[in-house]
């Protein structure tokens, strides 16, 4: 069906559901996985969908990159990944890094793209992430965590999540993201600053959600409604959180998902 050779499925992946649901492959942010960054809805979306996921170098199972990572790579991948299981034509979720590579794999792969749910996402590195990412990378690179964590921290949780914490559950929040960082997390960093789709977004066919965190401290709204105003026909909606909703609203960001798929089923 697809115009282009896919590669054979090597990254680690996630599969879950009944195989009855219309097929959904999801694409993780940066310096995360596929669990890190989709793990409280999980369930919830294999309820409704034959779930995918493919965690990118340097994540989960699948092993570090020695070399720098593209974009196209992790967009074929995750479509072989869901062609292997099954899915001849599937919606897709990408959240931040994984904004890119879902809008990437649709533009490659449009025949087997049926939706495209776009989170707390880019379309290019305006002047903030052109600050911001570099010097992600070099504390990843520098091997101190508990910096990069309170780093991540400062600039993931929205304000609201972030005031309402007491001085232990800070604590607590800084020690989780200081654990769950993933190894490779330099070379995400490094290709977000690197990813550009925006010659890619006016030639998107599937349709459209752009999810906008309006407290996000990482990502400019800005570039959310950029996303929206230039794939055709896409419908932007906004959830009050910093970068991190399936942390802050879990459930109310699994919803905007399922409905918006619910009425662009296969």
């Given at each position: 069906?697809?115009?282009?050779?896919?590669?054979?499925?090597?990254?680690?992946?996630?599969?879950?559901?009944?195989g009855s649901g219309s097929g959904l492959a999801l694409a993780h942010g940066a310096g995360s996985s596929v669990g890190g960054t989709y793990g409280p809805i999980l369930e919830g979306l294999a309820a409704r969908h034959t779930v995918v996921g493919?965690?990118?170098?340097?994540?989960?199972?699948?092993?570090?990159?020695?070399?720098?990572?593209?974009?196209?790579?992790?967009?074929?991948?995750?479509?072989?990944?869901?062609?292997?299981?099954?899915?001849?034509?599937?919606?897709?979720?990408?959240?931040?890094?994984?904004?890119?590579?879902?809008?990437?794999?649709?533009?490659?792969?449009?025949?087997?793209?049926?939706?495209?749910?776009?989170?707390?996402?880019?379309?290019?590195?305006?002047?903030?992430?052109?600050?911001?990412?570099?010097?992600?990378?070099?504390?990843?690179?520098?091997?101190?965590?508990?910096?990069?964590?309170?780093?991540?921290?400062?600039?993931?949780?929205?304000?609201?999540?972030?005031?309402?914490?007491?001085?232990?559950?800070?604590?607590?929040?800084?020690?989780?993201?200081?654990?769950?960082?993933?190894?490779?997390?330099?070379?995400?960093?490094?290709l977000a600053h690197r990813a550009d789709v925006r010659d890619d977004l006016p030639h998107i066919k599937a349709p459209t959600l752009v999810i906008s965190t309006t407290q996000d401290r990482f990502i400019s709204t800005r570039l959310h409604h950029?996303?929206?105003?230039?794939?055709?026909?896409?419908?932007?909606?906004?959830?009050?959180?910093?970068?991190?909703?399936?942390?802050?609203?879990?459930?109310?960001?699994?919803?905007?998902?399922?409905?918006?798929?619910?009425?662009?089923?296969?």
């Amino acid at each position: 069906m697809s115009a282009r050779t896919l590669p054979e499925a090597t990254f680690a992946r996630t599969v879950l559901g009944s195989g009855s649901g219309s097929g959904l492959a999801l694409a993780h942010g940066a310096g995360s996985s596929v669990g890190g960054t989709y793990g409280p809805i999980l369930e919830g979306l294999a309820a409704r969908h034959t779930v995918v996921g493919v965690d990118y170098p340097g994540s989960g199972d699948t092993p570090r990159s020695t070399t720098p990572l593209s974009l196209d790579d992790l967009a074929d991948q995750l479509v072989a990944a869901a062609v292997t299981e099954g899915l001849d034509t599937f919606a897709l979720s990408g959240y931040s890094l994984g904004g890119p590579v879902a809008i990437r794999a649709a533009a490659r792969h449009p025949e087997r793209v049926t939706a495209l749910v776009l989170t707390a996402t880019f379309p290019y590195r305006d002047n903030h992430l052109a600050l911001a990412l570099p010097l992600w990378r070099k504390l990843a690179e520098s091997g101190d965590r508990e910096v990069l964590a309170e780093y991540l921290t400062m600039m993931a949780v929205g304000a609201d999540a972030l005031e309402a914490m007491s001085a232990e559950q800070l604590q607590q929040a800084i020690g989780f993201t200081a654990a769950s960082v993933a190894d490779g997390t330099p070379e995400h960093a490094e290709l977000a600053h690197r990813a550009d789709v925006r010659d890619d977004l006016p030639h998107i066919k599937a349709p459209t959600l752009v999810i906008s965190t309006t407290q996000d401290r990482f990502i400019s709204t800005r570039l959310h409604h950029q996303l929206a105003d230039t794939i055709p026909g896409a419908q932007l909606v906004e959830i009050h959180t910093g970068h991190l909703p399936m942390v802050e609203r879990p459930e109310e960001w699994q919803k905007l998902i399922t409905t918006f798929l619910a009425q662009h089923s296969a």
